[in-house]
């Protein structure tokens, strides 16, 4: 099977910076994309930023111009670094991988366990 473990989180004053990292580990064949979604309390779960492997990217428009995500294939990790934070930033990140096994030979989605943003003064 495959694990993603994220690590960054915390609390931040407004207008402040985070760097989310993801490291997928296992079985791994072949990752074909990597991600970053969101929960705020009462809210529904939602895409922040994907990379595939050939590294495009795609970002919610909220984001947009404030978040960057990296990945390092190498490593199979992927970053998320959030710059100029508001409070409507403030969730529940997860990571988010749709990888190969080598157990299974067959494509899954994998979430990791989620850290916690909270912005505010």
């Known amino acids: 099977q495959v694990q993603l473990v994220e690590s960054g989180g915390g609390l931040v004053q407004p207008g402040g910076s985070l760097r989310l990292s993801c490291a997928a580990s296992?079985?791994?064949?072949?990752?074909?994309?990597m991600g970053w979604y969101r929960q705020a309390p009462g809210k529904e779960r939602e895409l922040v930023a994907t990379?595939?492997?050939?590294?495009?990217?795609k970002y919610a428009d909220s984001v947009k111009g404030r978040f960057i995500i990296s990945r390092d294939n190498a490593k199979n990790t992927v970053l998320l670094q959030m710059n100029s934070l508001n409070p409507e930033d403030t969730a529940v990140y997860y990571c988010?991988?749709?990888?190969?096994?080598?157990?299974?030979?067959?494509?899954?989605?994998?979430w990791g366990q989620g850290t916690q943003v909270t912005v505010s003064s």
């Open positions: 988010n991988a749709e990888a190969v096994s080598r157990m299974t030979m067959s494509s899954f989605r994998y």
């Open positions: 990379i595939i492997f050939g590294g495009s990217t």
């Open positions: 296992g079985s791994i064949f072949s990752i074909q994309y």
